[in-house]
């Protein structure tokens, strides 16, 4: 299953900043053709191409997969400068970004070797789609509870539980109770070309 089938397109309240002035120039910065860098991302080079001349909009997930193929960060996808950044995140800035019905809130300064993020995630969403990427990854949980898949093993994290793994061991994470779970979430955004994102549904639920 493509990235394209596993995360819909954003919907009008959920658009982020256009970047497809970035798209094609950080794709040949990495030395990638259209077709190789699309296969990487779980895309079509059709759908690859649309990004790139702005016919659609990619989700947050899809950005983070962009920017580790390409070997950057969201940022510079989006397109942000040095001068953007900033030290402090305000509460009020953190506009919610929506995908594939997680909400995700920007908890860290852009740019950097790490993203930090504050995920909503509902239940019965996404709990069947594994990611392998390299890179790590943290995660707290600040409200309700957790079912995380690492391998072959599954943990059920309570609000104060948190978890730090390396992010090639397949994993899944999926609220436990119909109130959803939230989360403080931060991973490294590795500067590799080779790196990529890869998301696939799995039969069956989490034990």
């Known amino acids: 299953m493509n990235a394209s089938d596993a995360v819909p397109p954003a919907g009008p309240g959920d658009e982020l900043p256009a970047v497809a002035p970035q798209l094609r120039a950080l ?25 790139e001349t702005g016919g659609r909009q990619p989700s947050l997930p899809m950005l983070l997969a962009l920017a580790r193929i390409y070997g950057t960060t969201v940022s510079e996808l989006l397109g942000e ?7 402090i995140v ?4 953190m506009e919610p970004t929506r995908a594939a019905g997680w909400t995700y809130f920007q908890a860290g300064a852009p740019g950097r070797g790490m993203q930090a993020l504050r995920v909503r995630v509902p239940y019965g969403t996404q709990g069947d789609i594994v990611r392998v990427h390299p ?8 409200k ?16 104060g539980d948190s978890a730090h793994f390396d992010s090639l061991t397949p994993h899944r994470l999926a609220a436990e109770d119909h109130d959803g779970v939230e989360l403080l979430f931060v991973h490294t955004l590795l500067q590799s070309p080779t790196a990529a994102l890869c998301l696939g549904p799995l039969t069956g639920e989490l034990p």
């Open 81 to 87: 400068t040095v001068a953007d950044r900033d030290a």
């Open 27 to 51: 794709r040949r910065r990495a030395g990638l053709t259209l077709e190789a860098a699309a296969r990487s991302a779980g895309l079509s080079p059709a759908h690859l191409s649309r990004l």
């Open 90 to 93: 305000r509460a009020a800035d």
């Open 144 to 159: 309700g509870r957790l079912r995380l898949r690492l391998g072959d093993t599954a943990h059920l994290l309570a609000a």
């Open 135 to 142: 890179g790590e990854e943290w995660l707290y949980v600040l």
